[in-house]
Every structure is written in C-alpha cells, then in structure tokens.
C-alpha cells in the first residue's frame, strides 16, 4: 500500500466501516447551495442514468451531498457481503451506473486513470487509506472525487479522453461507446497558424502544390526566413477541408518531437522514450484509420532529427497522410525536396508595389536582404514608417555592427561572412525600430508598461519559435510591472494584444487559436535579431524574467497531470530556455557566473525532471535531474555525492548547508523571497488548510491555480503558517538542493529492477546515495533553524520503504538472511517513529505550511 504520512489536517477520514450517507442533503458547514436536479440535458452522449438524480456534479469540497435513493443512515453502515469467491462487490450507493461499471473494471490503474483527470494526489491517498480492503470502492470513490469538482459541460469526452490515454481504450469503448471523439485520435485539432497577412503565391508555393498532387511528402529547404513555413501553412489553409487533422511538430530536437506529438495526439500523452518508436506508432496509429486524412509539418527540422523522421514516420504506402518537411540542412537526403531560395524579381516587386521609387533601388534592397520575404517586409514597413528613402535605409543598416552581439552557435550557422547579411541586419533594426516606437507610445506615467512589453518581447526571443501562450505572456508581463496593486488581467491583455499587433505587421508572429486558447509563432531570425538587444546594465534580464514565469506555472506537489493541457503547451518552451543558458555558459563563462540564473536554471530542471518521471519518461528525467544535481555542486564548489558511509553523508550536509546559507547572505541578486517564494503555485488543499488555520485568506488565481504574492505571505508570516523571511533565507536552498536530490535518487527507488542490469556501478552509487543525502540535508534544516521541512518525511519515507526493503546492500551484493531480517525489523521501528513524528510536527515546503 501507499501511504502517504502528510495527509493534510484539513481532511476528516471517515470510520473504516462506514459505507453510506445521510438520506438528505446534509449540510455539514458553510452555506447551502441550489443542487442540480439531475434533468438538464448536458450533450449528445449518453445521459445521466436516473439514479444519478440529485447529484451536484460540482459541489464544493465543503459539502457532502447524499442521493435521494440512498437509504443507509450515519448512526449504522450498511454491512457488504462478500462471496465464497470472486472479486468484492461494490456498494450499493446510488451514484452513476457508468462511474461504477468503470470503476469495477480499472484494477490497478485507477491510480493513473484518477492523476489523469486531476484528482490531487493528496485525494487519491486518502481515498486508498478509507477503502484499502475494496480496491473497487476505491477507485469509485476516485472517478466520483473527480466527477463533483468538474466545471465543465461535457464530463464524459474527458473520461474518455483520459481512459485513452491511459492505454484503456477497450474499456473506453465499451462504457462510454457515444462519446464526442470516439474512434478519432485528434478530434479534428489543428495548431497551425494562418499565414501573414499580405501573403504573396510564390513560384515555389506552386511548384509544392504541383508536386504533392502526386507524391504525399516534400522537403522544404532554405535559409530561416526564406518562406518554407509560411508556404506549409498556405498549403493547409489551401486545402484543409481535406483533413481530419493539421498538425505542426517543431523538431530541432528529439525532446520537441516528443512534446508537439503528446499534445497532437492525447493517446499518446505517455510517450516513448525511444522517439523512433514513437513515431512509427502514431504513424501507423493514422495509417489505420484510413478513412481520415492527416496534414504533419515537421518544421525547423535539424540533421539529428531529419534522418530520424524521414525513417520512422514512413508515409511513402499512406494515402492518407500528407507531409511537409522544413529544414535549413541541404543535405536532407531526399528526392523529393525543393529549394525555397525567397521571392523573385516580379514577386518582390509585387510586395514593394506601394513603394514610390525606381525599380532598381527596390532590386538593390532586394540583394542586399538576400531575397528573403521576412527581411523585404521588415524593410518595407520601416522605410514606411520613418518615411524615408530605400538609399537612406540601406545606409542604416549597413552601419549596424553586430559583431559584438552575435552568439558562437549562430556565427557557425551564418559563417564567416555574416556581418554583410543585410538580412540579419535587417531583422535588428526592425526590432529596435519597434521597441523605440513602443517607447513612444507609452510615455509619461505608462514608462514603466513600455519597458515591460519590450521585456515581454526579449524574452520570447528565448522560447520556442512555435505555439507560444498569450495567456503565459499576460503573467510574463504581470510578473515584469511588479506592481502593489496588479493591473486587471484585461487591461495586461491589452497591452499584449498591442504588442502582438505591432510584431504582426511586420511578419514577426503569425497567431493561431486552439480550442479557446491563443498562440503564437515566430522564427529563427526575429528571436537572433531580439536576442541582440543586450542593454549594458541587465544582458540576462529577459531570461531570468522568463525563467521566474515558467517556474510559477508548475507546482511538484500538485500533480502534472491536474494541468496537464497548460504544462504541456509549456515544456518545449522550458527545453528551449534551459538550451539557451547552456549556450550563453559556453559563449560567455564569466557572465554565467551569477548563482542567481544557475539557480533559477535549477528549479526549472527540478521541474522538468519532476514532469518527465511522472510521464513516464524516466531517461529524460534522469538527464535532467542529474544535470540539476551537477549545476548544485558546481555552484558550491562541492565533490561528487557518491558518499557511501553515514559519517561522511552527515559532514558532507553540514558542509553544502554553511556553503548554501553563505551564498544567499552574500549575493545580493539571490533574494528568495521576491525570486522563488513569490508567484509559487499552491494546490487546492494547501490553500484550505491555510484559510481552516489563518481565515479567509484571498489568494491570486490564474486559471485553477493558486498563487502566492507579497501581501499573501506577510498575511501568512502574521498568522504563523508561513516562515518570516529571515528564515527564508537560511533554509530555502538547503530545501531546494534537499528537493533535487530527493527526486533524482527516487529514479532508483521506481525503477530498481531496471537498474539491477545496469553495470554502470559509479552511477547507480551517485543515484542511491542522493536519497540519503537529502535526508541528511533536511536534518540539518532543522538542526539549524527548528524547520521541519516536507522532505524529512518523503525521504525517510522511502528510505524506509525501499532501503530496508531491498535484497541487495548498496554495494550491490546480496544480503545475508540474518542481515535481510534485521533490516525489516529496523523498518518497522522507524516507520512507527516516522507516523508519530507526522502527527505531532508542523511541516514546511518553499516556507508555508503543508
């Protein structure tokens, strides 16, 4: 069994025998409400049965309300028969009939099934502890938690959707058989963004339409900005009514691929490591259903994973699948491929027919932006714009330096001559074009909104080119002004959608809706081009800015899948950020040495090995955590944890405790409060144990989520539940580094079996060394400071359940009987000591109560 020795206070756990409810709708605290009367007709799927009458589907948390054919009183339950043999028999409580069939048939993956549709973790153990003995009732109890906090209209595509994903599709099926979606794995979604506005038809789009009448792939190639993409997306927007499904992948890498595809195709949220198998999987996923047609853009593919695609996502016997490949690599390996070299001469005069000047000053500007359609529209808006002549232009942008300015990684792309690329400099006098007239634009007592949409728009030039979130960019912008009292999120998104405008008309973004979401795209040499803006006195402002956002979108404990729809949109921007401090350390060691960053750069490798291992994806995880563990080391100077005896574990925390403590009190940019404890992201029963205990406190809300700000915490430090920030500051990086070391050593604890083939003896020493270490760090906490930290628990926890438990020493040998038996017996001691030392202590994550 799982136990989980925090449970919060907030929880009243019914007696083990009680099976029923009060006949009526009891009232046990707070105000009554209106119920459901169960006869609303909610969509064309099937209908709630009868019985289900008189259910709220989504009463508050603080009610308990019974059905009207329950007949079991509170003063007796009712007794549950069990049979000479077969499996229990769930209750008779009168709830849905549907709920219950399922129910009856999850087995062990009511778990899983319960994640998925957000149920909270804290719920889920809970509702195991109260029906440990009826694995049935469990997970009914489960699937009914989920179904009274549904908000939506249509609950049963949700279920659907998630019993998919959980490879459950044949009990999906059978239970649910009239769902929305049923038999389709994209439901018709599409994510591909319209193309710009004043699109020109090009030779080349042609030549693509007259080459995929007969072949069903081709490979796009140019340079970033020729137009491949815009030419893909006109394609889709030319003949859509064809497909089922539009669908663009980024692909520079593996990790792109893997998280474009888990939001193409929610059957596949849990996903391959190996990402060839995964490929061919949805590829013959869509091949199987061949009365659907399907539209894929790999886009921005590289050499590592074009080879990869052109292998495994092999549509040549497919009628039903169309692909276009984008990629700058020339050598794609493929016959059926065509160059994109940009626009010709009679296309460019098209795009500048509005320009009053001879033709062969527009040839000129046409040569000298390398002919590409992005670095033409830029010129011909500024030229517009400043009303000033092709000559005067040309002579601006020649006199841009940006030898001091361009990244090692981008010098090799472009080569040795790329100081004359007029189209480079094009995009950056664009850029600075822009920002100077958003400086205009917001003068006065609005300064301080024009320094933060140019800082919206730097830091995008750090995420991924591709479905970008307006909403995230709303919080990025709430995050930047840092005002007392927060504009409202419709004035933040004002100011956004000025922003959004001004990137469009000059071709920087195009904008595509999913379901009642909006995202952006971008490309390569906007984001070079913004990149470049480096103001003297903060050059990693935007990144940092961007990686405080991201974190507070992501919360370990509340669970990945509660969020799943957001998170995910997430991860490939996470990837991109964390790629781009990789390549500033190499570019530039000595401004990479602020902790601040590194630690910033931590916490978002913390998260992404967090997510990955709830995925599935253990490789990844691993990957991540491990480089997590090895930026913390780096950070204070510390050796490998690869420490085996108890007394060296013990001084190796003293000493990365005094070594952590030291670098907060003296960097001043390391401020936890403002940094990290500020924006963190609580779940629902963290927020009502802190209201049961400290009143009816407001907390800031974006979407579900629950947001610490300023006022909150010093609302909290007042009332006891949160730790004032003098000790903050001593015991949140021994916590953090405690939290790293924690997930990365329960890598092992997961998957011991895995590891046991693995000969690699160094590393699975680092690997099981790390829980202990974090145990050891956490003791120290409180020895220092009279914190109680969360992970003492989880990590006693799991030394006791696993460590004592094993058959092998951490040497890898086998123990001896006697030494096997010992250990049990030590245990269960220590496991009696942990449940007591959880009732009795107050517990502290990120320095606010659990």
């Not at 390569?524 to 507070?552: C, G, H, Y």
């Not at 269960?828 to 320095?847: I, N, P, T």
Request: neutral net charge; aromatic residues 8%; hydrophobic residues 35%.
């Amino acid at each position: 069994m799982w136990w989980s020795p925090v449970a919060p206070r907030s929880f009243t756990v019914a007696p083990k025998s009680y099976t029923g409810a009060p006949s009526g709708p009891k009232k046990l605290y707070g105000r009554p409400q209106k119920l459901y009367d169960g006869t609303q007709k909610l969509y064309d799927g099937p209908q709630w049965p009868p019985e289900a009458k008189g259910l709220h589907p989504v009463a508050p948390r603080n009610y308990m309300v019974a059905p009207r054919s329950c007949t079991v009183a509170l003063n007796g339950p009712k007794k549950l028969y069990r049979g000479p043999s077969g499996p229990q028999k769930i209750k008779d409580t009168g709830h849905q009939k549907w709920l219950q069939d399922i129910a009856g048939h999850l087995g062990k993956n009511a778990r899983k099934v319960a994640r998925r549709l957000g149920v909270t973790d804290e719920d889920i153990e809970n509702i195991d502890s109260n029906h440990k003995d009826n694995s049935e009732e469990a997970a009914y109890q489960m699937l009914r938690k989920w179904y009274q906090n549904y908000r939506g209209k249509n609950p049963i595509p949700e279920l659907y959707e998630a019993l998919v994903e959980c490879e459950l599709k044949g009990i999906a099926d059978r239970f649910l058989p009239n769902s929305t979606g049923h038999g389709s794995i994209h439901r018709k979604r599409c994510n591909i963004a319209k193309t710009v506005g004043n699109f020109i038809t090009t030779e080349d789009m042609k030549k693509c339409k007259k080459h995929l009448e007969n072949e069903n792939s081709i490979v796009l190639t140019g340079l970033s900005g020729s137009g491949k993409t815009e030419i893909a997306k006109r394609y889709w927007e030319d003949n859509r009514q064809k497909y089922e499904c539009g669908w663009l992948i980024h692909s520079g890498t593996e990790e792109n691929i893997r998280n474009a595809l888990a939001k193409c195709s929610r059957r596949f949220q849990r996903v391959d490591p190996d990402v060839t198998l995964l490929l061919e999987d949805i590829c013959e996923e869509m091949k199987r259903e061949s009365d659907r047609k399907f539209f894929i853009i790999f886009d921005d593919v590289s050499p590592a994973t074009q080879k990869i695609i052109q292998e495994h996502f092999d549509t040549r016997l497919a009628d039903n699948i169309t692909v276009i490949i984008t990629t700058q690599t020339v050598q794609h390996g493929n016959e059926n491929s065509l160059k994109i070299e940009g626009f010709s001469q009679e296309e460019m005069l098209e795009l500048l027919r509005e320009l009053e000047t001879e033709t062969r000053s527009k040839v000129k500007l046409w040569n000298e932006m390398g002919r590409l359609p992005c670095a033409l529209v830029c010129a011909e808006y500024d030229i517009n714009k400043q009303k000033t002549t092709i000559e005067q232009y040309l002579k601006a942008v020649n006199d841009v330096d940006i030898n001091p300015m361009i990244e090692q990684r981008t010098q090799n792309a472009l080569g040795s001559d790329y100081n004359k690329r007029g189209f480079v400099k094009a995009h950056v006098q664009s850029v600075r074009s822009m920002m100077k007239e958003i400086e205009e634009e917001f003068s006065d007592d609005k300064v301080h909104v024009a320094r933060g949409l140019c800082l919206v728009f730097k830091s995008m030039a750090y995420m991924n080119s591709n479905a970008i979130p307006v909403s995230f960019l709303v919080n990025l912008l709430s995050l930047i002004l840092d005002q007392k009292t927060p504009l409202p999120e419709e004035k933040l998104e004002q100011y956004i959608n000025q922003l959004i405008d001004k990137m469009q008309i000059r071709w920087f973004v195009t904008i595509f809706k999913e379901d009642s979401d909006r995202f952006l795209d971008s490309h390569d040499l906007v984001k070079l081009a913004t990149r470049m803006q480096i103001d003297v006195d903060s050059r990693n402002e935007p990144l940092e800015k961007l990686f405080k956002a991201l974190l507070s979108c992501f919360a370990k404990d509340t669970g990945f899948m509660a969020y799943f729809k957001t998170n995910a949109a997430l991860l490939p921007h996470v990837e991109e950020a964390l790629d781009r401090v990789e390549q500033l350390r190499h570019d530039d060691p000595t401004e990479m040495q602020r902790p601040y960053l590194s630690l910033m750069e931590i916490g978002l490798l913390d998260v992404l090995g967090n997510v990955y291992a709830k995925t599935e994806r253990e490789e990844q995880s691993e990957k991540k955590l491990e480089r997590a563990v090895d930026l913390f080391f780096e950070l204070i100077d510390e050796n490998d944890i690869s420490v085996q005896s108890e007394s060296d574990i013990v001084a190796t925390a003293q000493d990365i405790y005094r070594k952590l403590h030291n670098l907060v009190t003296q960097n001043e940019d390391v401020n936890v409060l403002s940094n990290f404890v500020v924006g963190l992201v609580l779940n629902k029963t963290d927020v009502e144990q802190l209201r049961r205990i400290a009143g009816d406190i407001k907390f800031p809300e974006r979407g579900s989520q629950f947001l610490v700000d300023v006022n909150t915490y010093h609302k909290l430090v007042k009332h006891g539940v949160a730790l004032p920030e003098e000790e903050l500051k001593r015991m949140y990086l021994p916590e953090l580094f405690a939290s790293v070391l924690y997930e990365y050593g329960r890598l092992y604890l997961k998957n011991a079996d895995k590891f046991k083939n693995i000969k690699d003896e160094k590393r699975i020493k680092k690997i099981k060394s790390a829980i202990n270490l974090s145990h050891a760090v956490c003791q120290v906490i409180t020895e220092k400071t009279d914190v109680h930290v969360l992970h003492t628990i989880l990590t006693k926890r799991n030394i006791l359940l696993h460590v004592y438990s094993e058959d092998l020493d951490d040497d890898g040998n086998a123990k001896q009987p006697l030494r096997k038996l010992n250990d049990l017996y030590k245990g269960k001691k220590k496991y009696e000591e942990l449940l007591e030392e959880a009732v009795d202590r107050k517990w502290f994550q990120h320095g606010i109560m659990k």
